[in-house]
């Protein structure tokens, strides 16, 4: 808890709330106690459904509890509400901004809402603009702003009226790790030169590494707290690393994970992560040396919530094994996007083999979105060539479609059906009728342990579920292409575990993925992959050669530092 010498600006006792759904309760806060304390950065982690936002969103008012007690900023919550919102900032995972707003018509109408005086209101947006890097596009279309920029326009819009309190849901899910660096120093800033007492949750375990203090929440309950190194220090003398050498990354990877007496193993770099179920329970492995290292708090959060393996194992691979001698089923030529004036994709070229996990990465605004829509066949490209399974994309895009799996970054299945009703929608949108629908519904409620979860409208699933959902629908047809578009975008690091499993499966049996990600340490599990600024390709190959290319032994340094020199050449 809090020490006198560091003054709570949250307190939280015996905290309930309760959501009824139909006939369902769900306990999402299970009488919780905790603290955050003033002008410090406290981090809320924990797997989906743990109830992080809900103890936000009845810090900042917007809920009453069904038992105990909220203190903010010295006020009770519950009896003065309008007075704490007064006082604090409070950004959800999906801000409110006006898409057809300028930048500028944004803050202004945050100002409005917030009662932000005229004569208050230049320095402010001046501050406000000189600390984001959004001065130059102040008569931009927020809609026509990259993901990070519109994070930190976002941010801008909490922060018109000075807050006390800053609250932040989620604030770098679907941005690039340079868009995520500048949200964090402006965070740190604030803390540092405003004194603001800031309360953040996050899925990025790296992110929290950055907090002063951490509380760990699952199941409605506070399963820890501590800063960082305290919460990672019972964890030493079971971490170590072991070297890839010449296999492929993640099948050293899934090798030692279902070895006795391992219960997480992750790509990291060059080398294989290795977390045990006890100091004394090192792997015997004598193919590989096992090195000791200083444990991390993602560690830590993976050693006290992993989950039965059976929960999270990969899912059955659609299909027979890849043919020994892969040929390429996607072929980009010189291929080219204008909207208007700009030019988002200007002329790349590359192919991806069967069997292949390729990954298409990039900064915000870079044009891989724009380049993964033309090759799903969602968008016609203005110029050169892209075959897809054969078909090229410029005559017959309709029949790309159906041989394909597609999933869409945002969560875009019929929210109002059940879990079981959207799966048999997407069933008979592929054409599966009678037994063969049935069994591949019962296959897909099974792998991807959605059972429990069968008769749920999708709208109230968790988002870790939400994900498994929609990779589910976009695998009923068994294609043997699969597009996936920030499919980990939020989702806890075990869920992240568990989609890179049906991933790695996936491929092993032949099935080729295209997939985007802003995780860099996921590009990590690609076979190949290129990365992509204003429209071109800085870089190709597999992740050691990328890592070379950016002069860094982990992908996230290498990709800064690419798009950074690309920037500087510019």
């Keep these: 808890m809090t020490t006198s010498s560091e003054a709570a600006a949250v307190s939280v006792n015996g905290l309930k709330k309760v959501f009824r759904a139909g006939k369902r309760r769900i306990t999402a806060l299970d009488g919780i106690s905790l603290s955050a304390p003033a002008a410090h950065i406290t981090g809320l982690i924990g797997p989906d459904g743990a109830g992080k936002t809900t103890l936000m969103r009845l810090i900042a008012g917007l809920l009453r509890p069904d038992a105990g007690r909220i203190q903010a900023l010295g006020t009770d919550v519950a009896r003065e509400p309008a007075h704490v919102q007064a006082s604090i900032g409070y950004m959800p995972q999906h801000f409110g901004l006006y898409e057809d707003l300028t930048v500028a018509e944004n803050l202004v109408l945050y100002a409005d809402l917030q009662g932000v005086t005229a ?58 790790p340079v868009s995520r660096r500048e949200l964090w ?46 919460l990672s220090e019972p964890m030493r003398g079971r971490v170590f690393t072991a070297p890839v050498g010449q296999r492929k990354a993640r099948h050293v990877q899934a090798t030692l994970r279902a070895s006795p007496g391992v219960i997480d193993s992750e790509i ?14 090192e792997p015997t492995l004598p193919e590989l040396e096992l090195t000791p290292v200083q444990p991390r708090l993602e560690d830590a959060f993976v050693a006290s919530l992993q989950r039965p393996r059976t929960s999270t194992g990969p899912a059955e691979a659609p299909g027979k094994p890849a043919p020994t001698e892969a040929q390429p089923v996607i072929e980009v030529h010189e291929l080219t996007r204008r909207f208007g004036d700009f030019t988002a994709v200007k002329g790349i070229s590359f192919k991806v083999k069967q069997g292949e996990i390729f990954g298409l990465l990039g900064a915000n605004g870079a044009g891989k979105s724009t380049t993964f829509r033309m090759l799903c066949g969602l968008l ?9 399974a054969g078909v090229d994309l410029r005559r017959a895009r309709a029949q790309a479609r159906a041989r394909i799996g597609y999933m869409a970054q945002r969560f875009s299945l019929y929210g109002a059906l059940t ?7 997407f069933a008979s949108a592929y054409g599966l009728f009678g037994k063969r629908q049935r069994e591949r519904v019962r296959w897909a409620l099974e792998h991807f342990g959605l059972e429990d979860q069968a008769e749920r ?29 920030e499919p980990t975008s939020g989702v806890d690091p075990l869920e992240r575990r568990a989609f890179w499993s049906r991933i790695g499966a996936l491929a092993d049996a032949g099935v080729t993925v295209l997939v985007t990600t802003h995780f860099m340490a996921e590009a990590e599990y690609c076979d190949r992959l290129v990365i992509m600024a204003a429209g071109e390709i800085l870089a190709a190959g597999d992740p050691a050669a990328i890592r070379a290319a950016g002069g860094a032994s982990n992908m996230e340094d290498a990709f800064i530092g690419l798009v950074s020199r690309d920037g500087q050449a510019a």
Excluded: W
Aim: charged letters at 25%; aromatic letters at 4%.
């Design 457 to 485: 409208n999708s709208e109230l699933l968790p988002l870790g579920y939400k994900q498994r959902l929609a990779m589910a629908c976009a695998l009923m047809h068994e294609p043997r292409i699969l597009f996936l578009d």
């Design 185 to 230: 120093s402006i965070v740190q800033r604030l803390v540092e030169r405003d004194g603001m007492t800031v309360l953040l949750s996050t899925s990025y375990l790296d992110e929290a590494e950055r907090c002063d203090r951490v509380l760990l929440l699952r199941e409605g309950k506070l399963l820890g707290e501590g800063t960082p190194q305290e």
């Design 119 to 176: 004569a208050a209101r230049a320095a402010r947006f001046d501050e406000l603009l000189s600390m984001t890097a959004l001065s130059p596009f102040t008569a931009r279309l927020a809609g026509r702003l990259s993901g990070g920029m519109k994070q930190k326009l976002g941010l801008a819009c909490t922060l018109v009226r000075a807050p006390r309190l800053l609250l932040l849901d989620e604030p770098t899910v679907g941005v690039d």
């Design 419 to 425: 879990v079981h009703q959207n799966l048999r929608f």
């Design 380 to 388: 016609p490209p203005s110029a050169g060539q892209a075959r897809v």
């Design 268 to 281: 990291s770099g060059a080398e294989i992560r290795v977390v045990t179920a006890s100091a004394d329970a």
